[in-house]
């Protein structure tokens, strides 16, 4: 593809979250043009009715999920549907030649009982599964280019390993050791209405929730797994915080060469991230706000090695809507693609 | 200028809010390099050290504020100064030969005694008060463009007059009857510490604050008079909402014909605002809110005429750092150019 | 009924947040005791459950909807229900010989069809409209001693009306120029699920709502047509604040003799307010924010009269589910059975 | 003391949130009476013109920092100063025969070398440190009874120690592995003005906070090391939410036998809180969070036993400015004067 053509590109799910963030970031991408905005349920309304932010940018109407209506329509196609409905539609999607990015849980983990276990829903056919590549852009890039189907990490999961990748992967910290302590803003929930997300009851608020069963267990272990090339397990917690977007992943680890510091980790992170630039390493002795990536696809990473416990903290931080879900999936279009990864995705933060 | 030219900018009190917003957008402007961030104190320190958000992207050292150092390195100069610095420092600017944007209050009023009054500080000579164009982009473009000195409006200013000067200007509206009830988020208030931008002084709490002394009063009522061709008072309160950016401007009139609707003023408003991207008038019976407007340079307005009082509530919002701010000056810049207004201004609200 | 006996109180709709702020501060009332917590749904599960901020505290299991039931149980009863819903239960509940105390709308209008046109329901039987007492503690409490049912005030009714009546009694400001600019917290929209009230629409978010057609406009204008002898109609528009708790009335009217001071009018307020110790004038030039009144049952009231325009501005705060819904019936209680109406309500205001 | 007297209290630093929240608490003790509010600054001026939510509650002056004063006012003072100023204030106070509650951290560690190294400042003299009982009411109450002067712990220790102590002493987790990650709200940073508490830089902003250093580790460490009867040294993480209170730690250790289930530990944890009214021990499978202990005295713990890992969760919950502070320093006022530890703290938590 040439740069003269613009890709076509439909969102299903696009009255999520999710799919409302795609909107955002696409409409700045130089090569690419959102021409279907999907909805299972509203087909036939204006899509601005239902968010006013977007009046007279987004004149579309939605459309209905028809594989062989977007196959007319758009070239690639971004799902940002709920965890069981991808399984449903990925397959009709391929076989009408469409490349699809799909942001939810479903193709994620390779096996398809541990799925079940923790998403209590139908895995999709392991022929699906075995298709689908694993989008972590900073670690699987080589995988992903050229891919026409790949499965978008988890908000927890990017912000989790990208976190802690490098050091398991050197050996320097003890796999077996992970406590991973999770905090995400509100929109991660969605836009579906639960007492979970209801203003007064969350505002004010901070909480902890699916303690020890959090779905992005699996795919996390997953990620590690790889890196220390046998099975690691970890205990994973997630927390609420009364915030829209962002989420921090503290991470606690125990040394395996105590005398290592915070330098070195830090001197071993930026090389392992040479030039990979959505991920920011900081300097030694400062560590990341989710304000400080608001709104951008930015990754940033603090470390602080405690000589006292022999243990590292590591804190990591994402847009969860952006890195965490939209803003990846551009990434990976853009990787697929064979484009610059950073294409259409180099937004400022926006702070305060 | 050519295209192929790129404009230097220099960004004096780069470390206030309303800087640091300008160094986000003009990132995107596709014209403008920032090639110099000033600041009064801290100057040879490096700019991302106070403002992490920006590491790896903005790697500069905070220079000296030094006219002819600016004019070396600059060709227009954003001064996001407090009150009475501006005062100060524009002479000199101008002197050497810098397109000045002014975004303090300094040169927005015309009349020396007035703005000493509400100010309660000495104003600048009544030449350079005369030689500041009031920078009302959707209002005064035409004296705007070819400028040299700009004068950028107020934040409450600009939600307010423009939700009010279609009306005024009509004579649809009596102008003695108009009653102003403005609302900001936080970040208006700047980044100087204070009890009343401390966080547990102001979350989960509502305020009035300036009842009756707002020094933006003149400001509205300056432009207001200029709609109804004689002197207008209001009465303006303004309040400050637990949010960081975001203004609304709810405004009451007494309507100069009752049999007048909703919709007779949403087609004025539409007719007076054709062809101005920025401003969104919004279908009658539809209210714009402040976060469908976050991070955009967009104004949003509504309106409802209650036919059993024969008055009609005005709705009109903005980003107080954008179109409040840093990103009319920037449409400033745009049209003292001679560029299209909306030249890297463009960004897509940023929802939820 | 003596200082040794405890009355027994019931209270429907307890699942609500007007239910359970009824709980929380009737948990302080020296002659009260709970006896029954009841709910349309969920009857027979442990009230603890839905509220784990009472477990251990409240050990109560839900109780159907039963009026013979609650006849054995409690000698009165709060009704924190829906609008419409109180309209089936009054009858039933007064005749088996219950006091009743009405939080929803139902009977506070005294015309059934101004009832009907604002609330889009059914109005209930004209008898029970007149028995209703319509219990704004302040202003009312003569009629409201004594009665065994008492319709207890909308949250912004009350803000308001306490705001304007002693002017509008007094004849110092022009009835039909007021204008009332009102702001709540979000817990004022209840605990049922709503896009309106979901956190990440909420949160970093101002807006107006119910523009023109709220359904307590006419609530409003009954109390000022009763202070001012003759019809008033007003301009009420409100808004919703990304906070939990708290009102603000901004209220707005042409004095009637310009030469009238903000002290004139503070020293006309703490006179009408003498003695009524929920109800705090503040000094002149100072004006209360809703933080200061949080958790507690006072009204505080500020005023700034603008000689620029010959207008008033009025500030009136209260805590929307203290003295704007649980606090006020409990004032009402206090004066239906004869007691002290602080009885149990003098709660510090909790700050920060 | 009969219970017909009452016992006077001095505040001193009663302008920080320590002090104010003493002054709320107070107001509904039956046998405390507030004789004096004292600054160090501001004296001779009205508190309710810097606290106007206690406008017409109190009405004192604040008086100098002066021990013959306060003697003569009081017999009991509150110490809600700045770490170091209770150094210096404490001796006078205790040799004009006042009992003494201390709020900051001067007193809390008994090793002085371990004071100065953590907090940067002289630590008091030994004989003060030695006299001083280290207040953890639900811990240590025997020792607290009759005591003079106690030091009231810190607001992290508190909700840490109380979720750690019962699962340490019984030897069922190995203290070695012990990892706390903590969270608070920005009332913990108290009144003063930093950026740290700025609204526009905390809002919408979740962060980590003095990583590795803070000055409450030795304090935690003091505590389990006592529970342990062995040095115990721990890794605690701080971290900042954008809300005014509420505290959690999520703490994380190995099982020493790893057949011990949740229910296991739930019924250690409900034996060894038995009686003590101020702990809640949720039931297994339930988590407390922080909005469900607002404005009370309350510390809930919820825990997870992960057979996964042979892993423990647990989650302890306060509110930072009662049960961390101002609250306990009543409840041990209660215990040093003999009384029940609950007299005037039975406060329901305020939800939502």
Redesign the interface.
């Known amino acids: 593809m040439t740069h003269g053509t613009q890709v076509r590109a439909a969102i299903v799910g696009s009255t999520g979250?999710g799919g409302?963030e795609l909107?955002?970031l696409l409409?700045?991408h130089p090569y690419v043009t959102v021409t279907s905005v999907v909805s299972s349920s509203n087909a036939g309304t204006l899509y601005s009715e239902g968010?006013?932010?977007?009046?007279?940018?987004v004149t579309d109407t939605l459309d209905e999920v028809d594989p062989q209506l977007l196959k007319s329509k758009a070239d690639v196609v971004f799902l940002a549907t709920p965890h069981g409905v991808s399984t449903k539609l990925v397959p009709s999607m391929l076989e009408a030649g469409l490349k699809v990015i799909d942001l939810s849980g479903d193709f994620r983990l390779k096996e398809a009982d541990v799925y079940s276990q923790w998403y209590k829903k139908d895995a999709p056919e392991q022929g699906y599964l075995d298709r689908a590549v694993f989008g972590m852009s900073e670690l699987f890039a080589d995988e992903v280019k050229g891919a026409d189907f790949v499965s978008n990490p988890g908000c927890f999961p990017t912000a989790t390993t990208l976190g802690l990748y490098p050091a398991v992967k050197a050996g320097w910290i003890d796999p077996d050791t992970i406590?991973i302590?999770s905090?995400t803003?509100?929109?991660g929930g969605g836009?579906g209405?639960?007492?979970a997300?209801?203003?007064?009851?969350?505002?004010?608020?901070?909480?902890?929730?699916k303690?020890?069963v959090h779905q992005h267990t699996p795919e996390i272990e997953m990620v590690l797994s790889r890196a220390a090339g046998r099975p690691v397990?970890?205990?994973f917690?997630t927390?609420l915080?009364?915030?829209?977007?962002?989420i921090?992943s503290?991470m606690?680890a125990t040394l395996t060469d105590k005398s290592r510091t915070s330098a070195d980790f830090n001197e071993l992170y930026r090389q392992f991230y040479e030039g990979r630039?959505f991920v920011?390493v900081?300097p030694t002795g400062?560590?990341?706000?989710?304000?400080?990536?608001?709104?951008s696809n930015y990754c940033?990473i603090g470390m602080?090695v405690?000589a006292?416990?022999g243990?590292i903290?590591i804190?990591s931080?994402i847009d969860n809507l952006v890195k965490g879900a939209a803003g990846q999936a551009i990434q990976n279009l853009n990787l697929m693609m064979g484009w610059d990864e950073t294409l259409g995705l180099l937004f400022?933060?926006?702070?305060?």
């Open positions: 979250y409302v909107i955002r409409a700045a968010f006013p932010h977007l009046y007279e940018i406590i302590d905090k803003g509100v929109s836009r209405l639960s007492m997300n209801h203003y007064s009851e969350v505002n004010e608020n901070f909480k902890a929730y303690v020890g397990t970890t205990t917690t927390h915080v009364p915030m829209t977007r962002g921090m503290t606690y630039r920011r900081r400062t560590y990341p706000a989710t304000k400080e990536v608001y709104g940033d602080n405690d006292r416990t243990r903290t804190i931080v400022t933060p926006v702070y305060p």
